[in-house]
């Protein structure tokens, strides 16, 4: 009998363990409020597109399909790209420069778009945002549509993994700068209304 009546004891001391050191063993508690977010930042995303000309190693994304035949088949379509995808491995920085090494950053953004819109140039993300730091460790999961010709436009935080464990939230992305289809920086200010803080 006495046996039988430790056991709820002992499955609810697991379960507080479990629950509140989620990431480097740290105590953390978990705030969800759809008001106020549990943590900002703002980080600037460097997409160098490999062009065939440009130095390799200053290519962070490449395309992995070409664009379908239907992109060059509409005609008030002026180059849609509809349907080509381009795969990237793109440095993050808290500033706008670009770092001193494309290929070594703490914060790295993962993952593909691709073009989506046969009519007007329009893409859809979907991408992790990876934190190797002594300060950050894990990733934010992110995804949305990325309608380019609104100024500002907001896609889902939709996980999180690490420090970001069960994270979910909002990125508003603005294209900071573009110089061609070569480079574009993005402002990516993303806002967590669900976190471990
Ligand atoms: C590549 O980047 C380095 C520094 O980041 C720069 O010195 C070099 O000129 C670049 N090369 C090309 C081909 O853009
Ligand atoms: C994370 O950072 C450490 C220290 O800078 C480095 O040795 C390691 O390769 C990095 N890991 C990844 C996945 O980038
Ligand atoms: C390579 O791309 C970078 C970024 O757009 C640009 O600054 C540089 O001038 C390019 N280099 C060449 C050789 O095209």
Redesign the pocket.
């Known amino acids: 009998m006495a046996t039988w009546s430790k056991a709820p004891l002992i499955i609810a001391a697991i379960f507080l363990l479990s629950s509140a050191g989620v990431a480097h063993g740290r105590s953390r508690r978990f705030v969800s409020s759809h008001d106020e977010p549990c943590m900002e930042m703002r980080l600037y995303l460097h997409d160098?597109l490999y062009?065939y000309?440009?130095?390799t190693s200053?290519s962070t994304s490449a395309a992995a399909t070409k664009p379908t035949a239907l992109a060059t088949a509409v005609p008030s379509s002026g180059g849609t790209f509809f349907g080509e995808v381009v795969v990237f491995n793109d440095p993050m920085t808290e500033g706008k420069a670009l770092p001193p090494s494309l290929e070594e950053t703490e914060v790295r953004a993962q993952g593909l778009y691709l073009y989506n819109s046969k009519e007007a140039f329009n893409a859809w993300f979907a991408f992790s945002i990876v934190f190797n730091s002594t300060a950050r460790r894990g990733t934010l999961n992110l995804m949305g549509a990325d309608i380019i010709a609104e100024k500002t436009r907001d896609i889902s935080v939709v996980g999180g993994t690490g420090d970001f464990f069960m994270a979910r939230g909002v990125a508003t992305l603005r294209t900071d700068t573009f110089?061609g289809f070569?480079?574009f920086r993005l402002q990516m200010d993303i806002k967590l209304y669900e976190c471990y803080v």
């Open positions: 160098i062009d000309s440009n130095s200053n110089e070569t480079y």
